[in-house]
């Protein structure tokens, strides 16, 4: 949830629509007024940035995967 919450609000928005919606790329586009190109980059850089949270965190508190 913190690495969620660090996010840019319009990476929020669309990992949101995604993941909790299940939106497809092409209707994200449609509701945000945004080209799908930049929905698919928001999404892989949302996702990348809280798998390097996550990693951090886990590598801060020892914990193994």
């Known amino acids: 949830a913190e690495a969620f ?11 949101r ?3 909790e919606f299940g939106l497809p790329h ?3 586009a449609e509701v945000t007024g945004t080209p799908i ?5 928001r999404i892989r850089t949302a996702l990348g940035r809280i ?3 996550l990693k951090d965190h886990s590598a ?6």
């Open 17 to 19: 629509l995604s993941l």
């Open 5 to 15: 919450g660090r996010l840019p609000a319009d990476h929020q928005l669309v990992l």
């Open 60 to 65: 801060a508190t020892g914990v193994r995967r």
């Open 26 to 28: 092409q209707a994200i």
């Open 51 to 53: 798998r390097e949270a």
């Open 37 to 41: 190109g930049t929905v698919k980059t």
